[in-house]
């Protein structure tokens, strides 16, 4: 039911008396803006915007609230509807514009109980973009809008701003986008916590962002890497450091042509720039990649004679390091230049994993991780269509066991999970647009994993990851073999 | 120098809260056993900095869970969840009659949390905490508006909460103080209403004209809230404290423009003379201002200036003729108003006209006068420049730290409920389609 605002002379209405003309709400607009009263139509200032006694402005919409409604991305809210009929079908959903401009939202069908409330974490959603008892499901299900273009990625890439999402109630199941909601929220979602310290670093060559926890420290200290897409992310490490760590993201792939020839050194320099802070435990500073970002972890941890990390996390784990080569760029062209042999699917999807299978067999093309001296944690999907990331962690272990660190080696595999394993509650990307770095090519590249256990893989390994780097750099021996 | 001393802990969730929201202060990784020392620190905006500690010991893990494990001294002590805000005072040589009231309340109030080796009492200006987090305390959820408004010559504040509403609303008054206080609104609005904090008493008009307003003013601000697009103009209710429970009283009996779904008043008395205006009931509390009373710290008492209270029934609101739910929040250590006599004789004219069924009267024992949202630091007296004295005097408000902070929480928990109920329950329709 659509309708229109009707104005009219201020002079028929007299104090307390009901002036028998409808007011009706325009549904299809999202927001009213209030006039506060001013009036709205030029060149008639005694005509006023007002509203009328009758039945329909005397009900009151349900109650729907988000606790905490400012949060960190890793920390559970409660959602919960209230005031409803009993009984009622309604529809809760999440809305986010991203900072590339595109919307993503979720959402699950539920039925009020007999006191008229709906409660997320308690309640069972009977369809939508999620199903079941799912407390963070209006997160870890997002999507794009129907209609945006596929592969899209979300990343925040400004983490000094939250996340903003609009959570929202609505009437129904089938159909619930054909009303405006009949509640809405505003929830912000961080990866910085308050105090903590920004600084871009651009010092002895190494390029990144630092992030220091507030306090006096000494803190321990985390050189964060992601992998081939290059660039430079921060949020993971500002929530690390939002968890007590001096976290250094790095930029290490593209950011000019010097990138290309990133030797070792370079990585050991990084390492340094922490270990060396005033404000950073320097036998406590550990390691933490994904993808190609935990070949560079191996490779630190098994080659470096200037750094000795207290600890590294692989995600998504790759100890692919043929002897030709001298830095991250030149050894990977091998794979680089048999990428075209890829398999594509039916969707268009390319899957690179087959060709990393067929050079990790040579075990001339393998980082000697036997040379490992601290703890490890390896973290992979099973279904990771980008790398063969089980078998590398299969290989990792068999080398590490010849060489008597396997007490070193803890490993998390995860079914039904693909190659992207971020920080728990960010949605699941199955497949994404990827620019390769050496050519600049737009491929759609398939990552694997279905987005409910994928979703449930990156909250248990958080969880996980986080008490290991608690054990290892906040309390346990540096150096020592205890997992 | 130990190296288990760096590996100290500190995690304050959530890190950013609403202000009457509890948190959970955590230390991990301590020497089991050992003493600590948590403590709060804010600066607020007028540049006074307000501390609050407790002394805990460390359990066989290390850990020290402050919502769970009590503090055996400091500013609070027990197991005191909240203790390190609510139990906030002035650092050590500040000057006396200080009170914490954030202004600005689209900004958080920032509180560091630290700790400290030891059980500390002072100095710690010279100490190196262990290990310390920043907090956020806001006034403000997401999405909440803050509109100002300035028609029909009000000095008032608007913050609807987000989203399409309509919402019921609300009026908020404070007291004698003037100015325009928004914080409850703010937090009110938070909550789901679209609250106009008021200012009535130092309102642009007056300090511009010299002239107190008169009762049209708040029935402006009734019609203004009204008809606000956003605002369901059928449920909408008052809440005034002190000076401010005086005028809930009077629009929710006497006026024919204001119809109130649901009142409360905090703090406050139905004696006034019926037909004034703000100007009149000021003068009539200055009348008897030679019952003023002085403590032995010279601290003024002013609840005397309304006792007895009067049998004449043209010096009390006529409460027998309320039509709206009331809700009476009384601290009975009130030493600035006698609240508590006059809910008394409230509860006896309700009952002899037959509409007591509406009244609800939460009374606290060694409660004090100011009972504000949850958490506010206890001010037991402070500096007062009210709009009738000129000069700033020492007031007495009353109360016992512990017992008020208490009765703050039970209050503000009740109020929200009982505003709930009153203007977004009752009727549950059978279908929004009409929306």
Redesign the interface.
Known sequence: MSGVVIYYSKSLCTKNQECGILFVRDLKSPALIPTQGKPILQGRPNWHLCRLFSAMTQVVPPILSVTPSRALVDEKFKVLVENLPPGYPVTVRSLHNSEDKHDWEAYGHYVSDHSGVVSVSEDLSYGGTYTGKEPMGLLWSMRPVPGSRPGLRLRKMNVCTPMLVTISVHSGHEGFRDQAPLASVLTERWYMAPGIQRITINEQGVQGTLFIPPGPGPFPGLLDMWGGGGGLLEYRAALLASHGYVSLALDYLGFDQESENLELKYFETAFNIIKDHPQVMSDRVGIFGLSLGSLVAVTLAAYSTIIKPCCIVCISSNHYYPAQGSTVASRFEGVTRQLYKARVNEDNQVIWKGVGLEFITDPSNIAEVGRINCPTLLVNGCDDQNWPTVETAEDVARLMREAGKEHLLSRLAYPDTGHLIEPPFSPHFRATTFVIHSSKEKVLLLWGGKTKPHSDAQEDSWRKILSFLQFHLYCGPCLKAKI | MDRKQ??V???V??????MD?KFIVLVQ?ALPGSQLTIRALHQCEDGHSWEAFGHYTADTTGTINVSEDPSIGGTYSGVEQMGLLWSFRPIPGSKSGLRMRKKNIQTPM?V?I?VYQGHQTEGFADL?????????R?YM???VRR?P?T??GLTAA?F?????????GLLDLWGGGGQLVEYRAALLA?H?FASMAIDYLTAKITMETGKMVDNQYFETAY??L??????????IAMIGLSFGTSITLKMAVYS??I?LSAAVCISGSHVQPVDGSVEEILRFFQKNGEKTRFSEKNEVIWRDLLLPIPTDPSLKVNVGRLQCPLLLVVGEDDQNWPSQESALDIKEMMARAGNSHLLTVLSYPNAGHLIEPPYTPHARSSTLKTVEIEEKVMCLWGGQTVEHSRAQEDAWKKMVVFL?EN???G?????????
Request: glycine fraction near 12%.
């Open positions: 760096y590996c802990k500190l995690s969730q959530p890190s950013r809260g609403l929201e990784n920032e560091t630290s190196v905490p262990l290990s310390g987090v920043a907090v956020e806001w959820a997401p999405g509109i408004v028609e029909g608007l609807l909460p987000s989203g399409p509403g309509p919402f019921p938070s789901g019609r203004v009204q008809q606000h697009p956003q605002v369901c103009g059928s449920k024919e423009v119809k709930k203007l977004y329950g009727r549950n329709p059978t279908s929004f389609s009409h929306l």
